[in-house]
């Protein structure tokens, strides 16, 4: 039996389930889908504890903020407008999209505008920072579950891959540079940074990497 440390051992690699999908992006098993819609509205859910707990956002949610502050929208609604511009950039860098393309535009921003209103606002600083944290962790979990489907990347991850494609710049200093300008933009639209914005960017590649080693092992690919 494996240890409480082996299980939380992150990956390396994105690993293959048993929800994978094969070579289409848009022919899919229910289980697949049902994974798929699961790991998205879990990955909007974790976005409103963000919001909610009020003491900074993650860089993408941020500039939603700052477009909903500007543009009198819910931050779902522009999410929603965000994911649908990133997805125009696409066109020059000869991405094409998938399945699960298209579900995160569509699941991502509605959960983020139903989880927000029921999810809880604390004002303490100690209980804000452990709804940030939860919110880290639950985005790290709900990343493994969608990515793993294999149907396709979210609007930003094909934005990042395929400029590192065509430019040959290394991937993590697009993913940075990407990162630098949405929440600079957001911020100066009047967006939520902090102290759970600086955790986010801090811990988010950790809870990932464990969250994908976590489902690796609990459903691995057997065939």
Same mark, same amino acid.
Not at 95 to 114: E, H, S, W, Y
């Given at each position: 039996? $494996?240890s409480?440390?082996?299980?939380?051992?992150?990956?390396?690699?994105?690993?293959?389930?048993?929800?994978?999908?094969?070579?289409?992006?848009?022919?899919?098993?229910?289980?697949?889908?049902l994974?798929?819609?699961?790991?998205?509205?879990?990955?909007?859910?974790g976005?409103?504890? *963000?919001?909610d707990?009020?003491?900074?956002?993650?860089?993408?949610?941020?500039?939603?903020?700052?477009?909903?502050?500007t543009?009198?929208?819910?931050?779902?609604?522009?999410?929603? !407008?965000?994911? !649908?511009?990133?997805?125009?950039?696409?066109?020059?860098?000869?991405?094409?999209?998938?399945?699960?393309?298209?579900?995160?535009?569509?699941? !991502?921003?509605?959960?983020i505008?139903?989880?927000?209103? *029921?999810?809880?606002?604390?004002?303490?600083?100690? $209980?804000?920072?452990?709804?940030v944290?939860?919110?880290?962790?639950l985005?790290?979990? $709900?990343?493994?579950?969608? !990515?793993?489907? +294999?149907?396709?990347?979210?609007?930003?991850?094909?934005?990042?891959?395929?400029? +590192?494609?065509?430019?040959?710049?290394?991937?993590?200093?697009?993913?940075?540079?990407?990162?630098?300008?949405? *929440?600079?933009?957001?911020?100066?639209?009047?967006?939520?940074?902090g102290?759970?914005?600086?955790?986010?960017?801090?811990?988010?590649?950790?809870?990932?990497?464990?969250?994908f080693?976590?489902?690796?092992?609990?459903?691995?690919?057997?065939?």
């Amino acid at each position: 039996m $494996a240890s409480f440390g082996q299980w939380l051992r992150p990956a390396l690699t994105v690993p293959k389930t048993s929800w994978s999908a094969g070579e289409s992006n848009w022919k899919v098993t229910p289980k697949t889908f049902l994974v798929l819609v699961l790991g998205l509205w879990l990955f909007g859910t974790g976005e409103a504890l *963000l919001i909610d707990a009020s003491i900074g956002q993650s860089p993408w949610t941020v500039l939603a903020d700052g477009l909903a502050k500007t543009l009198d929208m819910t931050i779902g609604e522009t999410t929603f !407008i965000t994911s !649908i511009t990133v997805l125009l950039l696409w066109i020059p860098l000869k991405r094409r999209p998938g399945l699960g393309t298209v579900m995160n535009i569509l699941v !991502i921003a509605v959960a983020i505008d139903v989880m927000t209103p *029921l999810l809880p606002t604390p004002t303490n600083v100690v $209980a804000q920072t452990i709804e940030v944290l939860i919110g880290i962790l639950l985005v790290g979990l $709900a990343s493994a579950l969608y !990515i793993t489907c +294999n149907v396709g990347s979210g609007p930003r991850d094909g934005l990042m891959t395929g400029l +590192n494609e065509r430019t040959g710049i290394r991937i993590g200093r697009v993913r940075t540079g990407i990162e630098v300008i949405v *929440l600079t933009i957001g911020w100066l639209l009047g967006g939520v940074v902090g102290i759970g914005t600086l955790l986010f960017a801090l811990l988010i590649g950790q809870s990932v990497a464990i969250a994908f080693g976590l489902v690796e092992r609990i459903s691995p690919q057997t065939s």
